[in-house]
């Protein structure tokens, strides 16, 4: 079983950073493709970021050039540097770790942090 925990979210101003950190336990994490989400108040959770296990990233078109995901086997933390902050981009993030089919497959989720930008 795979466990997932966020933290860093919080109140900021438009224009400022945040880190998101995802810590891990279970599973063989440096096998896994891992990826922030994010939803907003009444809308769908869509993808923030992803890295693979390779270290291939791809971002949403909405936060290129602002966030960066990175992630640190050792530790078993993903992390998401979030810059130049807006107001659209409030909503809860939540963490994803995709299981490669040769490690059976399946996707588990963390329980999300919110993360408020003011204007």
């Known amino acids: 079983q795979v466990q997932l925990v966020e933290s860093g979210g919080g109140l900021v101003q438009a224009g400022g950073s945040l880190r998101l950190s995802c810590a891990t336990s279970?599973?063989?994490?440096?096998?896994?493709?891992m990826g922030w989400y994010r939803q907003p108040p009444g809308k769908q959770r869509d993808l923030v970021a992803r890295?693979?296990?390779?270290?291939?990233?791809n971002y949403a078109d909405s936060v290129k050039g602002r966030f960066s995901i990175t992630r640190d086997n050792a530790k078993r933390t993903v992390y998401l540097q979030m810059n130049s902050l807006k107001p659209e981009d409030t909503a809860v993030y939540y963490c994803?770790?995709?299981?490669?089919?040769?490690?059976?497959?399946?996707?588990?989720w963390g329980q999300g942090t919110q993360v408020t930008v003011s204007s």
């Open positions: 994803n770790a995709e299981r490669p089919r040769f490690l059976g497959g399946g996707a588990y």
């Open positions: 279970g599973g063989l994490f440096s096998a896994y493709t």
């Open positions: 890295i693979t296990s390779g270290g291939t990233t």
